[in-house]
């Protein structure tokens, strides 16, 4: 057939086989293309300045993607027209017990409990830019300029979602609060809906309960979602598998595979939907280096008064149990909108008993920080295995840190709640866009921007579980979120 290559090709053509001296001599003087990735320079036979770069058209991107940001696209974006966004409140239909009356009475007078709240709005944004020349040249993927501002509103994205979930006002003032400043403050009982893990795994029997504390008076809801880190996720499916639901039909095994794809479960309470979020995560490790712009981030603290136990004060809970005494050490990190500071060793290790606490001093540094995140070793453990357990708002130029163990380094927490407009809206005074920069270089800069806040109606809707740890043996990593990242 005519276009197809056979041996009979190369009849004639020693190839591989015995050549001559002179065969030799002229093969050394061949080109040889070689392997560099640099430019080896100028000499006889060197073929890499005919090379042309094979370089593929497709972006391979290695972060995150869009799908990983679960709860901003879940959640109903509503109109806003003021930077402080106000909503009513019916708390109670009347707060008397007298409903029964005697034949002939008059039924007790009662009234209806409201109440006004707030949200202020917020403001997130980032600078892009991109040399003149830079947007001249033929790029190998698209439009540089369109591509930094799809990679500006990833960038955004991330911290949208984030803050969605841990954004505390009282610890970074520009931040807005997020669910779990929301739920715990304004839950009617923060107490009930809040479920302390203390470093156990989430199971089926959890979930149960929180969806119950839902359900129940005071807070009327129905959950529906539940937001939790990867590895708390895997742990949870994990406990569904002892007692694998088999389908009775046989299409349920598809072209030989089996196992369980968990994406939520019946509580007693109605249909919860599982939604593992990247964001989420377990507690970090101690960073060793600073993170954030120069001049801008806080300055490392310094010790005041080191890592004490000391007897509980009045009103005061301790979570130090006779298993948890032993040996601690503790390192600070000092953090405001910018960024956060390289860690301070606190002097230790600390002994720490049953029924106690522990108090610490830290003075700011030359550039004082909003708060301070608190991080501590494990049990008899060395320095080096220090992680976040506490963040704490700064009080002056000197900050008690008090740690009661009720926070355990190294966990997570997940978040359960009613998933539509009853419970929360997010209110966008400015939805993302693009605002261009004058020109002052030759290069082209713009601001990415949005304008919000989560608006939290009913936070007894919902519960948080805190210090979900992982299940005994799991694999892999805890994780633990990147500084820098």
Known sequence: MQGNVSWRDYAGVEGYGVPSPDDLADLRKALTAGQSI????????????????????TLKVVTYRMDDVRLWQSVTKLPAFNTVEEHNRLREYGSGVAAFIDEGDLPESDDSTYSREYSVVKYMGVTRSVSHVMSLIRPAHGNVIAQETVNGTAWLLRQVERALFFGDSTMIPQQWDGLVKQITAGAPNPTLNVIDMRGRPLSEDALNDGCLIVKTEPNYGRATDLYLADGAFSD?????????????????????????????FYSQFGPIKF????????????????????????????????????????GETSYWVASDSGD??????????????????????????????????????????????L?????????????????????????????????????????LIQQNLEFFSFKQLAPFLKIPLATISTAIRWMQLIYGTPVVYAPGRAVIYKNVGRASGSAGLDNSRLYGV
């Not at 953090?335 to 060793?345: D, E, K, L, M």
């Open 275 to 314: 939604s593992p979020d990247t964001f989420i995560q377990f507690g970090p490790v101690a960073p060793s280096t600073a993170a954030g712009p120069s001049g801008k981030r806080p300055s490392t603290p310094t010790e005041s008064v080191a890592p004490t136990e000391v007897s509980l004060g009045g």
């Open 375 to 415: 991080y501590r070793s494990t049990k008899d453990g060395l320095a080096t295995t220090c992680k976040l357990a506490k963040t704490t708002a700064r009080s002056g130029a000197t900050t008690v840190l008090t740690d009661w163990n009720a926070e355990l380094p190294g966990t997570s927490k997940a978040v």
């Open 236 to 264: 949870l499916a994990k406990g569904f598998y002892p007692a694998e639901r088999i389908p009775l039909n046989p299409a349920g095994w598809q072209n030989g595979m089996v196992g369980l794809n968990i994406q939520g």
């Open 38 to 57: 640099n430019n080896p320079g100028v000499s006889a036979g060197e073929g890499f300045p005919l090379r042309i770069e094979s370089l593929e058209n």
């Open 328 to 373: 601690y050490y503790y390192k600070v990190c000092a953090i405001n909108r910018y960024g956060r500071s390289a860690a301070v060793a606190m002097t230790g290790p600390c002994t720490v008993s049953s029924g106690k606490k522990v108090t610490m001093t830290v003075a700011d540094g030359s550039d004082a920080g909003t708060a301070f995140e």
